[in-house]
C-alpha cells in the first residue's frame, strides 16, 4: 500500500529550493560541480543543473557516479548486480563537488559514492543534496541540502518516481509486507 507524499509540484518546488540553497551557500556557482548517484540521483542532478543555468545563466558540469563496486554489501547482493556506468568527464581537482541523490536512509549509498569521487580526483569539498531524507543512518553523514525530511519505519520504503524513469513524478512511501 502506497501513500503519495510529492507530488510532481511539490517534487519540482524542492529541486528549485535546493538550487537556491547550492548557489546561495557557495556564493554563486564558481568551481561548483554536480555528480548524481545512479538512478534517480542522476535525474535529480540533471534538474538542479537545469534550474541553476536559468538562475545564474551558466551551465554547471554534471556527472554520473556508479556506486556498484563501491557497495560494502556487494556480497549480499544478487549474483548478478546492475551495472551502470560512471561518468565524470570533468576535473573535480579543487573543485565543490555537489552530490545529488534521492533518498538518504543508512548513509552506506552515500559513503560508497565518497570512494567513488575520491578514486577521480580530490575535490577542495564535497556537499550532499538529497530530494528525501528519511532518518535512521548508521553512517555520521549528514545532507547539506534536504527536499522533505519524512522520518519512516524500517518497515517503510521511500520510493522517487521521475517521468525519466518511472513515467510519472511524485514520492511515495511504502509499506513492506512481510
Known amino acids: 500500500m502506497a501513500a503519495e507524499i510529492m507530488d510532481g509540484a511539490a517534487l ?4 528549485t529550493r535546493i538550487s537556491y540553497e547550492i548557489t546561495e ?11 548524481g548517484i ?23 558540469p554534471c556527472g554520473i557516479a556508479d556506486i556498484t563496486f563501491y557497495r560494502d554489501d556487494l556480497s549480499r547482493m544478487s549474483e548478478q548486480p ?18 545529488v ?23 577542495k569539498l564535497i556537499q550532499l543534496a538529497v ?10 553523514i549528514k545532507p547539506d541540502y534536504v527536499g522533505k525530511n ?3 519505519s524500517n518497515d517503510e520504503r521511500i520510493e522517487v518516481l521521475v517521468n525519466e524513469i518511472d513515467g510519472k513524478e511524485g514520492v511515495e512511501i511504502i509499506k513492506i509486507e512481510e
Open 82 to 99: 546492475r551495472i551502470n556506468h560512471t561518468k565524470i568527464d570533468f576535473d573535480i581537482n579543487n573543485k565543490k563537488v555537489v552530490l
Open 38 to 60: 545512479q538512478r534517480r540521483g542522476v535525474v535529480l542532478a540533471n534538474r538542479i543543473a537545469e534550474k541553476i543555468l536559468q538562475i545564474e545563466g551558466k551551465a554547471l
Open 12 to 15: 519540482a518546488r524542492a529541486i
Open 101 to 123: 541523490d534521492d533518498v538518504i536512509y543508512t548513509g552506506r549509498t552515500v559513503r560508497a559514492a565518497l570512494d567513488a569521487i575520491m578514486d577521480k580526483g580530490r575535490p
Open 131 to 140: 530530494l528525501i531524507d528519511r532518518g535512521h543512518r548508521e553512517l555520521p
Open 150 to 152: 519524512v522520518p519512516t
Open 25 to 35: 551557500r557557495n556564493k554563486g556557482i564558481t568551481d561548483v560541480c554536480l555528480i
